[in-house]
């Protein structure tokens, strides 16, 4: 269905309104976690998951013990239509260009790291930006989100580098096993190189070229933007 020129001039005029309408219908008074019983579902990687919903639980568990989450593993492609129909309340994860009526609050940034098995040949060698992009490389895509190694992708072309993806997962807490035996290499966020290390035989080395933080954010719509659950779920 395509909106008629019509359609298109109401469109900002409507969602004042609708906003308004969602606003007012807003019960009175603060949010009281101890005595809510709302259920939130959350949308994200399993290395939001890894690395956030155990602390999450933990806090939410003490401060409102008869709310509930609910997790969706991270779809990029349906976020923006899941949040429009209530679906998702809150997506967490790393999300470069957020679809419009969303917004978005960072939380935290990781370093990214490389992880190689234990006595892999490049051991041997000075680790240069040229060995690196002549490793065969895992790739990261939840959901089939190819963003993840954009940037990396981008750095390495700006030194006329080209990396060679031999395997591509939808997780990331597989990629330190298919590491540990083969000679792939892949570049993860610090905790999970960090936590994995110790687990199996793998050895964690600073990529060798300059590399952005891995970013993770909040995302929810502009609808819930004042609802009181929403709130102070987010804070």
């Not at 009175?28 to 956030?52: H, I, N």
């Not at 209530?86 to 260009?97: F, S």
């Amino acid at each position: 269905m395509v909106r008629t020129p019509r359609a298109r001039d109401m469109a900002a005029t409507v969602e004042l309104v609708l906003q308004s309408v969602n606003e007012l219908s807003q019960p009175s008074g603060a949010f009281e976690p101890k005595r809510a019983r709302q259920s939130f579902t959350l949308m994200g990687s399993d290395y939001v998951q890894f690395a956030l919903l155990s602390q999450l639980c933990a806090d939410i568990s003490r401060e409102a013990p008869t709310v509930t989450l609910n997790v969706r593993p991270a779809n990029p492609d349906k976020v923006q239509a899941w949040m429009e129909s209530g679906q998702v309340d809150l997506g967490i994860g790393y999300l470069p260009a957020p679809p419009e009526h969303l917004r978005a609050r960072l939380l935290f940034g990781e370093d990214q790291v490389c992880i190689v098995r234990r006595g892999h040949p490049v051991l041997k060698r000075e680790f240069t930006p040229e060995l690196y992009g002549q490793l065969v490389h895992v790739a990261i895509s939840p959901g089939g989100a190819g963003f993840y190694g954009a940037r990396i992708d981008q750095e390495l072309r700006s030194l006329g580098i080209r990396r060679r993806i031999g395997l591509t997962l939808p997780s990331f807490l597989a990629i330190p096993y298919v590491v540990a035996s083969t000679d792939y290499v892949a570049t993860v966020p610090m905790p999970i190189a960090r936590y994995f290390s110790g687990m199996l035989p793998l050895v964690v080395l600073q990529a060798p070229v300059k590399l952005p933080a891995f970013e993770i954010s909040m995302h929810w719509h502009e609808r819930v933007h004042t609802d009181l659950g929403n709130v102070w779920l987010r804070q």
